[in-house]
């Protein structure tokens, strides 16, 4: 593997270090949410989801668009979930 891919692919699982964020990808597999709506879910604030947000538009794990003043998020990739659970198999 080169060196490029292996620390594109420790960055992907830094992401996928965090609770929080992990929640928020399993949320949005489910469904695309608005901001507010998938903070109320995941009991954080928005200030809080929107800086977990940021760090998964940066590893493209996931988009969103604007309608009006409403951010509304999805997965860009469902394969993100097939990470997580091969990951949830191995750990137990």
């Known amino acids: 593997m080169k060196t490029e891919r292996a620390l594109a692919l420790s960055e992907l ?4 270090g965090d609770p929080t964020r992990v929640r928020i ?3 949005l597999g489910k ?3 608005a901001v507010g ?9 928005q200030s809080a989801l929107s800086h ?3 760090i998964l538009r940066s590893q493209r794990l996931v988009t969103f668009r604007k309608d ?5 998020y999805r997965l860009l990739d469902d394969s993100v979930l ?5 990951a949830e ?3 137990g």
Not at 37 to 45: N, P, Y
Not at 68 to 72: D, I, M, V, Y
């Open 68 to 72: 009006g003043k409403h951010s509304f």
């Open 89 to 91: 198999q191995l750990g």
């Open 13 to 16: 699982f830094k992401s996928l």
């Open 31 to 33: 469904q695309e949410r």
């Open 37 to 45: 709506d998938l903070a109320d879910e995941l009991a954080v604030s």
């Open 52 to 54: 977990q947000l940021r």
């Open 82 to 86: 097939d990470v997580m659970a091969a």
């Open 25 to 27: 990808l399993n949320a």
